[in-house]
């Protein structure tokens, strides 16, 4: 007996054509599609033609995000990875082959220095350690083989700014790329393709993202340099989670309003801590005090970021009294970007690698705390510092 058409039960595609109105973005867990035949398989995954095939390749969430992404970057291309450590990873696995030369900012984010100084060079590439807020030590360090400059646009804890037009000019004269670290600044603050960057990477995870709750990175770049971004993406496993990309998407929406917000609160936080007595110095772009301050006014659009480090007068002691009198009010979390304020205590996390002088030279001792800087009201975060400071 023939069955009837309404028994039967509609493939996927049927129903999300008709689904493709709704206004909130759908959600496409699937690994795997099915293909029209061999030649459009084969298209697919040798990435000539449009579509999907094997999510390890592309999956609509990704492409959705990551379309949004390179539009806010002015960027020729931009792919989702599952963390910015793998978009990092992807950079410098698809750019830079053995015997290469690679100048890297040597107040790279922690795990950024680790991977460069401690793995890449186990592919027999060269990393020479710089300040690239130094642009003689830039130019002086580049070679005939630098094959990329590595730097970020606000360094982390001392949020020190980078030139990138001037890094990017430097590099080009010696036919290296610029790959620039975004993530402190966000795309809302800082385009740095626009100033003639390379690549550009983000760690999706932080403000983008913005309720720690999803782990994804990004990277950009210009068509200049993608060629081998894909394929090597695909062959060392380096793709997104649909749930995580669907997620930022989410996060996404609101990110220009998230950091305007955060940055206003930032502004004001450095100023109300800069005045107190229990605090011996304070780092924050969007202060005069700040030596980078002019350079950030330029290259920053919108704000000056959404991250404030302090150091408290009494060191270790002082820092412990203080974060435990902050608890409850301003968590202690190794991490940034999130809806709400929260600490970090650089020298027993990011930076625990670092001795006293290796903390010095960056203007930190074990009394700084960095802020991560939320969208409540200012109000109500000076008042949560003011008691964590009157309990020291
Ligand atoms: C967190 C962070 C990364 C790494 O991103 P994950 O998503 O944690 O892998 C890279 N660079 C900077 C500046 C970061 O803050």
């Known amino acids: 007996m023939p ?5 039967e039960c509609p493939r996927p595609a049927q129903i999300s054509s008709l689904a493709m109105e709704s206004l909130a973005p759908p959600i496409f867990p699937a690994t795997v599609y099915r293909c029209e035949d061999p030649e459009t398989a084969e298209g697919i995954l040798s990435g000539n033609s449009e579509g999907y095939a094997y999510s390890r390749d592309g999956h609509p969430n990704a492409d959705m995000l990551a379309n949004k992404c390179r539009r806010l970057h002015g960027a020729d291309h931009a792919t989702m990875t599952n963390s910015g450590m793998s978009a990092m990873a992807l950079a410098v696995l698809s750019h830079a ?8 900012s040597r107040m790279l984010y922690g795990q950024s220095l680790n991977l460069f100084t401690n793995y890449v060079t186990q592919f027999g590439i060269r990393v020479s350690t710089v300040d690239t807020c130094d642009l003689d030590a830039v130019r002086s360090s580049l070679e005939d083989g630098t094959k990329m400059v590595v730097a970020e646009t606000i360094s982390n804890p001392s949020l020190r700014i980078s030139d990138i037009a001037a890094l990017a000019e430097l590099a080009h004269a010696r036919g290296a790329v610029l790959l620039v670290d975004n993530t402190f600044a966000t795309p809302a603050l800082c385009r740095p393709i626009e100033m003639d960057a390379d690549f550009v990477l983000e760690s999706v995870t932080k403000m983008i993202n913005g309720h720690s709750d999803a782990m994804l990175g990004l990277l950009c770049g210009t068509s200049a340099v993608w060629d081998r971004v894909r394929p090597t993406q695909s062959v060392w496993g380096l793709s997104s989670s649909p749930f995580d990309c669907w997620l930022s998407y989410r996060g996404l929406s609101t990110m220009a309003l998230r950091v305007e917000k955060a940055c206003c609160n930032a502004l004001a ?13 304070v780092k924050y772009p969007g202060l005069e005090s ?27 002691p002082a820092a412990e009294r203080f974060i435990d009198a902050a608890r409850e009010t301003v968590p202690f979390c190794p991490s940034l970007g999130e809806v709400s304020t929260t600490l970090l205590h650089p020298q027993s996390t990011s930076h625990r690698q670092l001795d006293a002088a290796g903390l010095s030279a960056l203007g930190l001792t074990g009394g700084s705390i960095r802020l991560s800087i939320g969208v409540e009201s200012s109000r109500s975060i000076m008042s949560d510092l003011d008691a964590a400071l009157a309990g020291l």
């Open 269 to 281: 936080v450095a100023s109300f801590l800069a005045e107190r007595s229990e605090v011996i110095d």
């Open 290 to 316: 700040h030596p980078d301050h002019k350079l950030a006014s330029e290259q920053l659009t919108g704000g000056f970021g959404t991250i404030v480090t302090f150091t408290l007068r009494g060191d270790r």
């Open 3 to 7: 069955r009837k058409a309404e028994d």
């Open 97 to 104: 082959r053995a015997g290469d030369h690679l100048v890297v």
